[in-house]
């Protein structure tokens, strides 16, 4: 039986979504940013947003902050992480350039 209920669990599972969409048009926005491993991590992220979304329900309040914590801890490494790609992308330019 899949029960849905809206509840922080959703929104958790939307945020992830949006991310990892986000990660996956990366290759069609900025192309010298994206990796070919950001296919598999964007897999990951729809499973486990959808895992969310469907048994988030069953969450107790310290294992959805334990979730909580998770989910920003790997979006700040993620962010720092396209943009380091950004910098060592332009410092590449840069020293092809000279």
Do not use: C
Request: aromatic share 12%.
């Amino acid at each position: 039986m899949i029960n849905i209920g809206f509840g922080p669990n959703i929104i958790l599972g939307i945020v992830i979504i949006i991310a990892v969409l986000g990660l996956y048009f990366l290759r069609t926005i900025k192309y010298d940013l994206s990796r070919d491993i950001d296919i598999f991590f964007t897999t990951l992220g729809l499973i486990y947003s959808s895992i969310l979304i469907i048994h988030g329900w069953r969450l107790d309040p310290i294992l959805l902050f334990g979730q909580i914590l998770i989910i920003v801890t790997l979006l700040s490494i993620g962010w720092e992480n396209i943009r380091l790609r950004g910098l060592v992308s332009k410092n590449h330019q840069f020293l092809n350039d000279d």
